[in-house]
């Protein structure tokens, strides 16, 4: 017997996998310039020149042993301190390094909080679509429940009266990720402060803390100089979950942090939870050498331009043929309403025409699909006249 639940997750590809290995196999048949990819958001441009120096420097000017070896199953201890001290200075929070807990990437601080936090089948975690599909998995893996609530369809901010019609005295966190995968949207400070007003209002009605848990990978990955809200400074019941794969280019280096309010309720409880939940998951010690490596590179990111002149090029693009797009203000991702009902149907269709698109069912909103334009400027010019030819076919 082994675990069926597991054994699911593992032979069963997700979408974006599935779609991306196809493009592996149609790029072998018809070479790698006929296929326009647009499933998978791996970044598309180089982590920047400080990640290279920090490397090099590391390697040849500190003691390999020390470099090479374990740090504290927390993080190093001086890594942290410089990463609440760079946080302090660019929000005006008072995050002690105490609170801080180095993980392997978003996906792990997610895993971590999650398990640290659940205690019961009934625990429910609010989270608003489209989602990042991997919440369910992570949610149900920490043992809780996962609670999508739609947002406004016509800009896919948060709708306010179905969020607090969702909160329940089980509700135990709720997950945002703002700047957003896969919409683009950018939650507004409007939004967000009375999300968070509801949350502290029910968390008083309820007698328990609700928290918030902020997934951040694309914190600085926004255009036109658009606001992303510090969301400690807004809620006292604030985890964030921070990875720099996307702001640094380092996604397969895995290598992010957990930041605890200093606000939070039961602060020191909940961080020795987390610990634990490092603990059990065998999450301890994120890699030794790139936490060094990012703690030089602090308030640097990669050369991310390239995204905002791929967003106007394609956004415009793609309106003026006639697709509805949600205008995205960050992240690399544009969400375009599918022309007809089924957005599978739509996106073997635009296979066709070598277009690989994801469609949004599992993001919790079937009828969208996913483009993420991380990609080089020359495939989407080369992929522009076969999302016409696409739209065309359904005029
Ligand atoms: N959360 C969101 C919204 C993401 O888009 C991703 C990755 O694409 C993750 C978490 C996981 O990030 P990481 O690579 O840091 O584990």
């Known amino acids: ?101 180095m993980t392997c990437g978003a996906a792990a601080s997610l895993c971590i909080i999650l398990k640290a936090l659940n205690a019961s089948s009934a625990d429910e975690y609010i989270t608003f679509t489209p989602f990042f599909p991997e919440y369910r998995v992570f949610v149900e893996a920490a043992g ?18 179905a969020f607090e019609k969702a909160i329940t005295p089980n509700t135990k966190a709720v997950i945002v990720n703002s700047p ?24 008083k009605e309820y007698g328990h ?18 606001e992303v809200p510090f969301l400690v400074n807004y809620y006292d019941n604030t985890v964030i979950c921070y990875s720099f794969s996307k702001s640094l280019s380092l996604p397969g280096e895995r290598i992010g942090y957990i930041a605890l309010s200093n606000k939070l309720e039961d602060e020191r409880r909940v961080y020795a939870a987390v610990c634990g939940a490092g603990r059990a998951l065998g999450y301890v010690c994120a890699p030794s050498m790139m936490q060094r490596v990012v703690v030089k590179c602090l308030g640097k990111t990669a050369d991310t331009s390239v ?37 599978n149907a739509f996106c073997l269709k635009a296979r066709e025409q070598e277009l690989l698109l994801v469609p949004a069912d599992d993001f919790g909103t079937p009828g969208f699909v996913r483009i993420a334009y991380c990609v080089s400027t020359e495939q989407i010019q080369n992929a522009l006249p076969a999302f016409q030819k696409l739209m065309e076919s359904y005029q």
Do not use: W
Request: charge should be negative; proline fraction near 7%.
């Open 1 to 101: 017997m082994i675990n069926e639940t597991m054994y699911g997750l593992g032979s069963r590809r997700s979408v974006i996998r599935e779609i991306f290995e196809y493009g592996n196999r149609r790029r072998a048949e018809i070479g790698a310039d006929k296929v326009f990819d647009f499933s998978l958001g791996n970044p598309s441009v180089p982590a920047p020149r400080e990640v290279e120096e920090a490397i090099l420097d590391l390697v040849k000017n500190s003691d390999p042993i020390a470099l090479h070896g374990y740090t504290s199953a927390q993080g190093d201890a001086g890594v942290r301190r410089a990463i609440a001290a760079d946080l302090n200075a660019r929000y005006a929070t008072n995050i002690s390094p105490d609170s801080i807990y």
């Open 144 to 161: 809780g429940r996962l609670v999508p609530v739609a947002s406004d369809p016509a800009d896919f901010q948060i709708d306010l009266e």
């Open 180 to 203: 957003n995968n896969p919409s683009g949207v950018v939650f507004t400070p409007e939004k967000l402060k009375a999300a968070c007003a509801l949350m502290e209002k029910k968390s």
């Open 209 to 226: 803390p609700i928290y918030l848990i902020s997934d951040e990978p694309y914190r600085e990955l926004v255009y036109d100089g658009k």
């Open 307 to 343: 995204y905002k002149t791929n967003r106007d090029l394609l956004y415009n693009a793609l309106t003026a043929y006639g697709y509805t797009c949600i205008y995205p203000d960050g992240a690399f991702y544009l969400f375009v309403k599918s022309p007809e009902a089924d957005a």
